[in-house]
């Protein structure tokens, strides 16, 4: 089993700037591929970014290029997405994933959830 705890979350203008973190606890967080995905109200759950367990290979769903970074310390057992330049469409739950395959695929273990709104 791996706990994941999202943080960072709020309210911000369209235009700044959020970082969110996921905690990872359990198995070896090292081992995994990990995501981030978003749901907007009324809307699915969509794929934002992702890295390999080695955090040399990225993926970024085009509505995230240019404006987000995914990174990840295993050391620390945690990932982060830091957005910049961000719209009032970025408004949702955001929430990080791990499994075995970095990309928009299916994912082993989701985290709660951390709300992001973007006013404008």
């Known amino acids: 089993q791996v706990q994941l705890v999202e943080s960072g979350g709020g309210l911000v203008q369209a235009g700044g700037s959020l970082r969110l973190s996921c905690a990872a606890s359990?198995?070896?967080?090292?081992?995994?591929?990990m995501g981030w995905f978003r749901q907007a109200p009324g809307k699915e759950r969509e794929f934002v970014a992702a890295i390999r367990w080695s955090g040399i290979s990225t993926y970024y769903a085009d509505s995230a290029k240019g404006r987000f970074t995914i990174s990840r310390d295993n050391a620390k057992n945690t990932v982060y997405l830091q957005m910049n330049s961000l719209k009032p469409e970025d408004t949702a739950v955001y929430y990080c994933?791990?499994?075995?395959?970095?990309?928009?695929?299916?994912?082993?273990?989701w985290g709660q959830g951390t709300q992001v709104t973007v006013s404008s």
């Open positions: 994933a791990a499994g075995r395959r970095a990309g928009p695929y299916d994912y082993d273990y």
């Open positions: 359990g198995r070896t967080f090292s081992s995994f591929a």
